[in-house]
């Protein structure tokens, strides 16, 4: 067993991926790899148990919690035989079978005595350390967002996997809003578009995104896109509270229009300020034929000042 408590478990399993020798993946569903090879578990693999213990790396679980939790409709003398069965068949497959422990007769852990990384962890620990701020926020939340591979645990159905499916979509729609948030303070406002409008579909009542989806938009001088934002959130605001968004888009327009790039971008977009798509880029055509011609008249016009003279025209006289 790996010595060190707790602490040193933990720093095995968020270890980053690259420096690992067994690699347990959890969003999108139960994956392990040992090394550059993929293992296949079987058909008969505890995988609840597998994954309820590798979450939870470091702690030390008794046997009827572990069977209460997994078996809760079995009588507890067969449910501590179902546990029973499951550890034999994890122990089967060499490739996790070192990261079981028993601690006397009725305690385990899994605490893995190579380098392991945990997806789930790893993940919850880079957000933590994103949300104490500072320089490297934005880049930490770029990397937990890459680890999120879809919903965790997505192929049990086990109460405990439930909540910690939750739980973990909830953390990850954090991430989602404060990297937004942070590529809207930074002037990336089409990162904070997109990655509003992707939160958006998990959690389309939070109105603090919705503003940051709207506003962004406008930074990008695509006012007709954020106010198809703000009626796309309040109709399902009234369809199902049957109330209005707090904010209104008059008054985020103001707020845009007051800052200093808000300010030099509707200058420049004024034009197109309240008219549909076509129209807006029908005015964006004319513009730019409008900065080709002036090119063409400058060209012409240089070229008209630099001819030589025709030969035989009388000399300018001076004085």
């Not at 103001?254 to 880029?281: H, M, N, P, Q």
Request: glycine residues 8%.
């Amino acid at each position: 067993m790996a010595s060190g408590g707790p602490g040193r478990i933990l720093g095995l399993i968020i270890l980053g991926v690259e420096m690992s020798t067994l690699i347990i993946r959890h969003f999108g569903g139960l994956r392990v790899r040992e090394g550059p090879r993929s293992i296949e578990l079987p058909t008969d693999f505890p995988r609840s148990l597998f994954s309820f213990l590798s979450l939870n790396a470091g702690r030390v679980f008794c046997r009827t919690h572990l069977t209460e939790t997994h078996w809760p409709d079995l009588p507890i003398e067969r449910g501590k035989r179902a546990l029973s069965t499951a550890l034999w068949r994890l122990r089967k497959c060499n490739a996790v079978a070192g990261s079981i422990h028993r601690l006397g007769r009725d305690r385990l852990v899994f605490a893995p005595t190579q380098r392991t990384w945990v997806d789930a962890l790893a993940f919850q620990h880079i957000v933590n350390r994103a949300g104490r701020g500072g320089a490297q926020a934005g880049h930490l939340l770029i990397r937990a967002i890459a680890i999120y591979e879809g919903a965790a645990f997505s192929d049990l159905s086990d109460d405990w996997a439930l909540t910690e499916r939750a739980r973990l979509e909830n953390t990850y729609c954090d991430a989602l809003a404060m990297l937004a948030q942070i590529s809207f303070e930074s002037g990336d406002f089409r990162a904070a578009e997109s990655l509003a409008t992707r939160l958006t579909k998990l959690e389309p009542f939070r109105e603090d995104i919705r503003e940051i989806q709207m506003k962004a938009a406008m930074m990008q001088g695509n006012v007709a896109q954020a106010e198809r934002f703000y009626r796309e959130f309040k109709a399902i605001l009234m369809d199902d509270l049957m109330e209005p968004p707090r904010c209104n888009i008059e008054d985020l327009t103001k707020e845009v229009r007051a800052s200093e790039y808000g300010a030099t971008v509707f200058d420049r977009r004024s034009l197109e300020a309240g008219y549909s798509d076509d129209v807006a880029r029908s005015i964006r055509r004319v513009r730019r034929s409008l900065k080709q011609f002036d090119r063409r008249l400058e060209t012409l016009s240089n070229t008209i000042v630099g001819r030589p003279k025709c030969a035989g025209a009388p000399a300018k006289q001076g004085h």
